[in-house]
């Protein structure tokens, strides 16, 4: 997974990520005001690829499966953080979104290129291809973010059962 890189600081928010003002729409029109409080650009420039980089405590608030689902919906690849609260976590592997755990996010500026292998725990930082180290998500639940979620995956396995 390569992309550019979006910065954010600590404590972002399950509802700067899928702001309560628009729950009652559909993930499409969620997404459109996804970070639009921090980083208005956000929703509009990002592309598939893109990675979220940010401090500690990513996700933090409530435990809408929109915050992670809007990030997906607007096609990033990845988010790497210091520390992830918890129930984000969760939910963003159960939707496919790879999420990984590093302290070296202080050292990745905003609009770099970072190649994040989330299964080895290694990333790659240009220019100057920098290795920098994340952790790894085990294979088990690599397969499940490899088959779109958590939902895909049980349907994989009980066709496969069948």
């Known amino acids: 997974m390569t992309g550019r890189v979006w910065k954010l600081g600590d404590n972002v928010d399950t509802d700067v990520l899928a702001p309560g003002a628009y729950m ?58 210091e520390s992830f609260a918890g129930l984000f976590y969760r939910n963003a592997l159960n939707l496919g979104l790879p999420v990984v755990t590093s302290a070296d996010c202080a050292g990745i500026e905003d ?13 790659t930082l240009e220019p100057g291809a920098r290795k920098l180290r994340c952790e790894a998500i085990p294979p088990f639940l690599m397969e499940m973010v490899r088959a779109g979620g958590l939902m895909p995956h049980l349907e ?4 496969a059962k069948s």
């Open 24 to 81: 009652k729409f559909g993930i499409d029109e969620i997404a459109k005001h996804c970070l639009e409080s921090v980083r208005p650009e956000f929703a509009a420039s990002v592309r598939r690829g893109d990675v979220i980089v940010a401090g500690r405590n990513f996700g933090v608030g409530s435990s809408r499966e929109q915050a992670p689902e809007a990030l997906r919906q607007l096609g990033v690849a990845a988010v790497v953080a």
């Open 111 to 123: 609009g770099a290129q970072l190649t994040v292998d989330p299964e080895r725990g290694e990333m």
């Open 156 to 159: 994989h396995k009980l066709k």
